[in-house]
């Protein structure tokens, strides 16, 4: 079958993925989210991580000793992460978390996605299913791109991933972010019956080499479900 674009965008940066946290603006929805999370999970946690790249979203939790499971529609970055982590604490499934999560209800101590709600068209839906599967009092959390409209990279609510950018991606490659306000979010997460623990804004990167990194502003949501 042929792949999406952005698996296969994802397959080609995997190598080089994880340069992102060096030089300038190193703060990434990665690190943002471990700081916040990690305190608030409990040993034995079982915990979902949506678009789960080459693992380092999942690490510090696997290394306080919660089992995760991790998703994503790249196979690169999936075969990056095995090699990474020991599978006895490490679950992986190629998925597409457009398509929705294929888990049952309340099953979930935890479920996160960073770095990654920016590629789904539909963040409400993703959201719902997230709350769907998560045990009641468990938490969600979650990073997501702001709409910024005085500021070039993020002044459309979408548009293709690299415009703006000094050197453009491909346009083979290029497939769209979405962007939105920390009211709308709000919103979603009271939709969908979530407690707002924390909701902050903060700088990170595009995921070039230094020193063409340019920064990105993104909102981060740790919330819990009622
Ligand atoms: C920027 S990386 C973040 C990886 C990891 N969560 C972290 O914080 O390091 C984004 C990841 O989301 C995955 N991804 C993007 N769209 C996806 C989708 N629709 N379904 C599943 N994974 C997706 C990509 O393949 C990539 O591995």
Same mark, same amino acid.
């Given at each position: 079958m042929k792949k999406k674009i952005i698996e296969e965008y994802n397959d080609r940066i995997a190598l080089r993925y994880d340069l992102a946290e060096k030089g300038k603006f190193k703060e990434t929805p990665t690190g943002k989210i471990i700081e916040k999370l990690l305190p608030l999970v409990k040993k034995?946690? $079982? /915990? $979902?991580d949506l #678009?789960? #790249?080459? #693992? @380092? &979203?999942a690490k510090p939790f696997i290394r306080k000793g919660c089992k995760v499971i991790g998703v994503d529609i790249s &196979?690169?970055?999936l075969k990056i992460a095995k090699k990474k982590l020991?599978?006895?604490? %490490? @679950? =992986?499934y190629k998925c597409d978390i457009e398509k929705g999560l294929n888990f049952k209800d309340n099953y979930f101590d935890v479920v996160l996605? &960073? %770095? +990654? $709600?920016?590629? +789904?068209?539909? *963040?409400?839906?993703t959201v719902k299913e997230m709350a769907r599967i998560t045990k009641r009092n468990s938490y /969600?959390?979650?990073t997501y791109e702001l709409w910024k409209k005085d500021y070039k990279i993020q002044s459309k609510k979408e548009s293709s991933l690299g415009k703006g950018l000094l050197k453009p991606i491909p346009k083979l490659l290029s497939f769209k972010v979405y962007r939105h306000t920390p009211k709308e979010i709000e919103k979603i997460l *009271?939709?969908?019956? =979530?407690? @707002?623990i924390s909701h902050e804004k903060f700088i990170s990167c595009s995921y070039s080499k230094p020193p063409e990194k340019i920064p990105v502003f993104y909102g981060m949501i740790i919330s819990q479900k009622r």
């Open positions: 034995e946690d $079982l /915990i $979902l #678009g789960c #790249g080459t #693992g @380092k &979203s &196979s690169k970055m020991k599978k006895k604490f %490490w @679950k =992986l996605a &960073s %770095w +990654v $709600l920016e590629f +789904v068209k539909n *963040i409400e839906k /969600i959390a979650f *009271i939709k969908n019956n =979530l407690k @707002k």
